[in-house]
């Protein structure tokens, strides 16, 4: 039996995937003016390599790509063991 069909009856337990892009430091008076469709810039680029994680577990790497107007990730590599 392949490792995708032992795991199959796990395959509707929801879980958080976490694709970390950028961390800012704001001053509370920053944090208070912030507004919908307030910019934060960041020094990120389509290409850069991101750190995927699920429920906190780092699982692997995905890297940055421009859908249309969005941004998004495309998984590039996932960890032996996690």
Same mark, same amino acid.
């Given at each position: 039996m392949k490792a995708l069909d032992e795991l199959?009856?796990?395959? #509707?337990?929801? /879980? #958080?995937? $976490?694709?970390r892009l950028e961390c800012?430091? /704001? !001053?509370? $008076?920053?944090l208070l003016?912030?507004?919908e469709?307030?910019?934060l810039r960041s020094d990120r680029a389509a290409g850069d390599n991101i750190d995927v994680k699920v429920?906190? $577990?780092l699982i692997g !790497?995905? $890297?940055l790509i421009v859908l249309g107007s969005s941004l998004g990730f495309r998984i590039a590599?996932?960890?032996?063991k996690f």
């Open positions: 199959r009856p796990l395959a #509707d337990i929801p /879980l #958080d995937v $976490e694709a800012c430091r /704001l !001053t509370v $008076e920053q003016a912030l507004k469709g307030s910019l429920g906190g $577990e !790497t995905a $890297e590599d996932f960890r032996e």
